[in-house]
C-alpha cells in the first residue's frame, strides 16, 4: 500500500475538516516516526504538545499493556484502584486541592466554564443566569459549540451559530483591559499563559502576576489553560511558574497520557470544583482506570526522566540557532521551552509551501495562521537531534527552499 492510496481514502470517506501534508506515518518511537514507505522524520509539533514525553515511551506503554489486560472501565458509577491514585500524585505534582478527569481539552474547558459559573451563583452569589467569564482576543479552548462562540477567529465561528451567551472577550497581554472588563457579575478569567495556537503568543513579563492580582482583588477565578503549555512544555512543569504564580484553576490535557490516549484534567482549589455535587457533571469514560493508569506512568516519566529540565535547556538552545538564521523572510522568532514559533513576513504567501519543503527533507512541522510555523519537538530531543533538523530548517527558513 503506498501513499497515494491512504490518502484517497482519507479524502473520500472522511470529513475534509483538516489540510494534513500530505506524509502518512505508521510507526513512532522517541521523537522520530516513519511514514508507510519507511522514510524517516523527525517530529517538530508532537501531535500539538501531546507526545512531549516522545512517541510510544516504553514505560507508558508498558502500564497501558499491563492496565489493558486488568480492567479498562467501570464507570464512575463504580469506583476503580487507579483514580484515588491518579488524584493523589497529579495534586500532590502540582500543589493541586482537587481534580475532575474528563478526556479531551475542550471537555475540560467546558466542565471549568461549568464548576465557575456555579460558583458564581452559590458563592459569589451573583444574580441567575447573570454570569460573565472575561477571554482573550485569539484565544484558542477547543471546538465546541460554547468555546468557539468566544473564539475571535472567523473560521472557527463562520456558520456554526448561535452560540452560548455570558462571555466577553479583551486583548490579550492587557492587564488593563481586565481591570476594565470586570463587573459585579464576572465569575472567572480564562486565558493561555502563552497563546500556542494564535503563534506562540508570549505576554509582556510581568502579565501574569499582574492578572493573579486582579482576580484575588475582584473575587475572579483565574483560570489558566495549560493544555498546551504545561506538563513541562515551556521549561516548567507549568508556564504558570515562569512567574511564580498560582492560578485558581489549571486545565491540563495533551501529554497528561503522553499521546497514548484521550486524558484532560481539571485542576483547582477546594472551592470551585467544591460546587460540583453527585448528577452536576459527568464522563463515561472520564476518570476510567485505563486513562488514569497512562496518565500516572505519563506523569512518573516526565518527572523522573528530568524531560522538564531537557525542555528548558534544548528549548534555549533550539531559540538561539534559529534566531541566528538572517532571512529575509522571517519577521520574529520568540519562544519559550520547546514551544517556539516562527513567524514569516505575511507576503512570502504563506508557511504551507516551507512546511512541505521541510517535510520533503525529514523536518515535521506545521503552520498556524498561515504565515507561522511552530516548532515543538519531544521534550525528550538531543543537541544532536536539534543540530540535525538545523541542517535542513536553516536553508529552508533562509531560501524558502533547500
Ligand atoms: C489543544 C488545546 C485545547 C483543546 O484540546 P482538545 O483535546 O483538542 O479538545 C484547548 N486549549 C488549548 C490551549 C489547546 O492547545
Known sequence: MDTQYFIDLEDRFGAHNYKPLDVVLQRGEGVWVWDVEGKKYLDCLSAYSAVNQ???????????????????????????????????????????????????????????????????????????????????????????????????????????????????????????????AITPNTVAFLVE??????????????????????????NIVLILDEIQTGLG????????????????????????SGGLYPISAVLSNTEVLGVFMPGDHGSTFGGNPLACAVARAAIKVLIEEKMIDNAAKMGKYFLSQLKGIK?????????????????????????????????????????????IIRFAPPLIISKEDIDWALEIIEPVLRTGKI
Open 54 to 180: 516522545g512517541h510510544s515511551h516504553p514505560v507508558i506503554r508498558q502500564t497501558m499493556i499491563e492496565q489493558v489486560q486488568k480492567l479498562t472501565l467501570t464507570s464512575r458509577a463504580f469506583r476503580n484502584d487507579q483514580l484515588g491514585l491518579f488524584y493523589k500524585e497529579i495534586c500532590a505534582l502540582t500543589n493541586t486541592h482537587k481534580v475532575l478527569p474528563m478526556n479531551s481539552g475542550a471537555e475540560a474547558v467546558e466542565t471549568v466554564i461549568k464548576a465557575v459559573r456555579k460558583w458564581g451563583y452559590k458563592i459569589k452569589k451573583v444574580p441567575k443566569d447573570q454570569a460573565e467569564v472575561i477571554v482573550c482576543e485569539n484565544n484558542f479552548h477547543g471546538r465546541t459549540i460554547s468555546i468557539i462562540g468566544f473564539s475571535t477567529n472567523e473560521q472557527t465561528k463562520d456558520k456554526f451559530g448561535p452560540f452560548t451567551p455570558g462571555f466577553k472577550i479583551i486583548p490579550f497581554g492587557d492587564a488593563e483591559a481586565l481591570e476594565n
Open 327 to 371: 532571512s529575509p523572510l522571517i519577521k520574529e522568532i520568540r519562544g519559550k521551552g520547546l514551544l517556539i514559533g516562527v513567524e514569516f513576513f505575511p507576503d512570502i504567501g504563506g508557511a504551507h509551501r516551507l512546511c512541505e519543503q521541510l517535510m520533503e527533507n525529514g523536518v515535521l512541522c506545521k503552520e498556524t495562521h498561515d504565515h
Open 233 to 256: 512544555r515551556t521549561g516548567k512543569l507549568l508556564a504558570e511558574e515562569h512567574e511564580g504564580i498560582e492560578a485558581d484553576v489549571t486545565l491540563i490535557g495533551k501529554a497528561l
Open 193 to 218: 499563559p502563552i497563546q500556542g495556537e494564535a503563534g506562540v503568543i508570549i505576554p509582556p513579563d510581568g502579565y501574569l502576576k499582574k492578572i493573579r492580582s486582579i482576580c484575588e482583588q475582584h
